[in-house]
């Protein structure tokens, strides 16, 4: 096990709970230390790259990805990606759109492979326009900031129609899961 970390503490807190792995201190976004030159299998970013405000530190993490990882390899990441062209945004939160993702991602050399609802209820619904959506979730935040009992009751509530529409569903108003691949060492632009 090893990675890259953004924070010291965590960096720090990795290396005392896992001393046979290896951590660095490292912004993805920029140049990667040579120590991180061990190609992975399988790379992992959950709930990360919609903090990427700017396309191009986006791009670069995706590119610094494909530097770590073996050819033919995957990235793993939740992502919000927008099914309609107006993207959403904020001063530490961007949902981009799907084509503008599959873009950036053709760029690194991925290919994304598979798409799911991650979730549907349970976080913000970026990607819908619709009155009854947006109604929904300005209700679900009223819960939310009720303190924690009210908050925990209103998350047991939602998960198990969460678990029905995410099984049932292609897309998601909110995060989706999704597998890029890595292209071989020999197509890399």
């Excluded at 090893?2 to 924070?7: L, Q, T, V």
């Amino acid at each position: 096990m090893a990675g890259p970390d953004f924070s010291p503490a965590t960096v720090e807190l990795l290396r005392r709970s896992y001393p046979s792995a290896s951590f660095h201190l490292a912004d993805i976004t920029g140049q990667l230390s040579s120590e991180l030159k061990n190609p992975f299998n399988v790379i992992s970013i959950f709930d990360v790259l919609f903090h990427f405000v700017y396309d191009e530190a986006f791009l670069a993490t995706l590119k610094n990805i494909a530097r770590l990882l073996k050819p033919d390899g995957c990235l793993v990441i939740s992502e919000n990606f927008a099914h309609h062209e107006k993207q959403l945004g904020g001063n530490y939160h961007y949902s981009r759109s799907l084509n503008n993702i599959e873009s950036m991602l053709q760029q690194a050399n991925f290919r994304l492979e598979y798409r799911r609802p991650m979730l549907a209820l349970m976080n913000a619904l970026d990607d819908s326009l619709g009155k009854f959506a947006l109604a929904w979730w300005r209700l679900v935040r009223f819960f939310l900031r009720q303190g924690e009992r009210v908050a925990w009751l209103t998350g047991a509530c939602r998960y198990p129609l969460e678990q029905i529409l995410t099984s049932l569903k292609h897309k998601s108003p909110s995060t989706e899961i999704a597998i890029c691949r890595l292209a071989g060492k020999d197509s890399k632009p």
